[in-house]
């Protein structure tokens, strides 16, 4: 992704007064305000967006939020850590296998616990799976958004497949709460690799197959090219991190940076960058990530090290089933954990990951006992929904559409 | 020992230092490091200018995150458990989740206000740190809100008001974000009651 001329970015204010809402600038009587959702198939959630229409120009919008809001931060403070586990991919319920992680490293941080470097792996390799699974969901509804239907039923196809296999290795198709604290909570099953290598060409055939749908499509292109362009400076101020990030040309992707975490650390991962910074160039930007996230999927099972799938540490991780048939101390561990759960030390931890939309951390406030005292979820569709009033100002209401496509919030991980 | 998760970068303590040159060594109530993160306390009035100041002179870019947290009976005793104390994990160790595993005073205040930042597009050294400011508040106290230096802080500040009661003034809209507009009280606060709230729409008409 050569950078071929410097590109002149148009420049952004941030709204005033408040940099998440716009209002309209004039009191022309005919303005029509329209509440976009709470239940609208093109808010990909239940997100209500008022806006105040000028003919068909946005000239007015705020974002409501909280429809499905389940009070997940606090359930996390009742539960024992592992208990909360299952909690946390239910909010970000496309790129679920992020959450998990996201929250087990945050405890093993705490914990300073080490993971053994075949889980990493077996983390890594999940994780892609997830932005797989999350970017199709993105490119088939984002495309039916545009008034494209058949992308969608390619994507979906391809997302059984990896559904299926997060099915194949722990029974359940989404939230499948596989991640576990020090590791992973089981191994891959006999022939899992087999059929994890026959979906890699599948997938970059369907690819192709979809670049070549939308790729020269004039229609698409007229649709995308242009709109909704984000500048670089103007995202930072917004917070706004992953994809949508990379599409204003920001290399920044916390696989790599720092060095990575986890096993990306020795994957070497370049992130995929695009200078466009419109809703084209947030499309490209994950179509190029799914490439990309291929890759990597083959980049491990090429390299898949051997060895136990989760720490030793019988404080923290249950002891091995066979164990508690013949082993007293096996037992005692066991009902301990179960019961109880572990402690973890006091303080204040911040452990971020890279999901498919960006920095997902957990911000952990441990006080010593073996629930967590205070668990924030920093998610990143909570914060890329601010930027959507001032990339909307002006723009017709179907291109409002398309640019709340592209910047693909998940209205369970706004809610939490 | 190499931790999973990403790491914050080399504690930035240049970052504290210049902090103190700049607004005199009352600034920096006190620097905690845990685990490789580096948080600064810092008075709740200063807040604004020094995060000014990090951004504008220390190239913290993104706001990545605002928490805050209400520390009420946190060094109280709660149920106790067979789990190991301040000295690590031990099952054969009665303790309690509250002031027995915390030797010294969490803070001097009930809530905390947690601010990340982070540096993304000013780094040349590959290095991307990060940086947590923290103030302290009481009932009633309110800080300054951060929209002026980080616009991004917009939903976090609404849902920091919105769930712990904390205010922030100057904030141009600051009205629930997460919780129904006429909800009373602020779930996230640890006085809020568990169980038993009324469910809505139930009143008979």
């Known amino acids: 992704m050569a950078v071929t001329e410097p590109r002149i970015w148009p420049t952004q204010k941030v709204l005033q007064p408040t940099p998440s809402e716009l209002y309209p600038s004039s009191d022309n009587p005919d303005l029509l305000e329209i509440n976009l959702g709470p239940n609208h198939p093109s808010t990909h959630g239940v997100l209500r967006v008022v806006t105040t229409l000028d003919g068909e120009i946005v000239v007015g919008l705020k974002c409501e939020v909280g429809y499905v809001h389940t009070g997940i931060e606090k359930n996390i403070e009742q539960k024992t850590y592992w208990k909360a586990i299952p909690y946390v991919p239910r909010m970000d319920y496309l790129s679920f296998f992020s959450g998990e992680t996201a929250f087990c490293m945050a405890t093993e941080k705490a914990l300073e616990l080490e993971v053994p470097r075949r889980a990493e792996w077996i983390r890594v390799l999940f994780q892609e799976l997830a932005r797989l699974h999350s970017h199709l969901v993105f490119l088939g509804t984002g495309s039916v958004d545009l008034g494209g239907i058949a992308l969608l039923f390619y994507c979906f196809r391809a997302r059984d497949e990896v559904l299926d296999l997060f099915e194949m290795v722990c029974g359940a198709r989404m939230h499948p709460r596989y991640c576990q604290v020090g590791g992973v909570a089981d191994d891959l099953p006999k022939g899992f690799e087999a059929i994890c290598r026959k979906f890699i060409p599948f997938m970059r055939n369907q690819l192709d197959q979809y670049d070549e749908l939308i790729g020269a499509n004039p229609i698409w292109l007229g649709r995308t090219k242009g709109v909704g362009v984000l500048s670089p400076e103007f995202a930072m101020q917004m917070g706004l991190t992953g994809p949508n990030l990379r599409a204003s040309g920001v290399p920044y992707d916390l696989r790599s940076a720092n060095g990575g975490y986890g096993a990306y650390r020795e994957l070497d991962y370049t992130p995929v960058v695009e200078q466009g910074g419109d809703v084209h160039a947030r499309f490209r930007v994950r179509i190029e990530e799914m490439r990309a996230s291929v890759d990597l999927i083959e980049k491990v099972l090429d390299g898949m090290p051997g060895g136990p799938i989760i720490s030793d540490d019988r404080k923290v991780v249950l002891p091995p089933r066979h164990e508690l048939h013949t082993s007293m101390e096996s037992l005692i561990h066991h009902f301990k954990l179960v019961t109880e759960g572990f402690t973890v030390p006091a303080g204040e931890v911040y452990a971020p990951i890279e999901s498919a939309r960006g920095e997902f951390g957990f911000h952990l406030i441990a006080d010593g006992g073996p629930k967590p005292w205070r668990v924030r979820l920093r998610s990143p569709s909570l914060v890329l929904l601010q930027s959507l009033a001032a990339l909307c100002e002006g723009v017709y209401l179907a291109d409002l559409i398309a640019i709340l496509a592209s910047i693909d919030p998940v209205l369970g991980d706004v809610d939490r | ?205």
Request: hydrophobic share 35%; proline share 5%; glycine share 12%.
């Open chain 2, 1 to 205: 020992m190499q931790v999973n998760s990403p790491t914050w970068g080399e504690p930035d303590n240049g970052a504290g230092d210049r902090l103190g040159d700049e607004f005199g060594a009352g600034v920096i109530i006190r620097r905690v490091e845990h685990r490789g993160e580096l948080t600064l306390d810092i008075p709740v009035d200063r807040l604004l200018d020094v995060c000014g100041f990090l951004r504008d002179h220390e190239g913290y870019d993104l706001l990545s995150d605002v928490t805050a947290v209400d520390y009420l009976g946190y060094q109280g005793e709660v149920a106790g458990y067979w789990g190991g104390g301040s000295d690590g994990r031990d099952i054969n160790h009665y303790s309690h989740s509250g002031k027995a595993a915390v030797p010294e005073a969490a803070g001097p205040k009930r809530f905390a206000v947690s601010t990340t930042l982070c540096k993304v597009m000013t780094v040349t050294d590959g290095n991307h740190r990060r940086l947590r400011i923290r103030v302290w508040l009481d009932d009633n106290e309110s800080i300054s809100t951060l929209i002026s230096v980080y616009p991004s802080a917009d939903f976090h500040e609404r849902e920091a008001f919105d769930l712990m009661g904390i205010t922030f003034e100057g904030h141009p809209n600051l009205r629930r974000i997460l919780m129904p507009d006429d909800w009373g009280g602020h779930p996230q606060r640890k006085d809020y009651p568990i169980g038993g709230e009324p469910v809505q729409f139930s009143d008979e008409v």
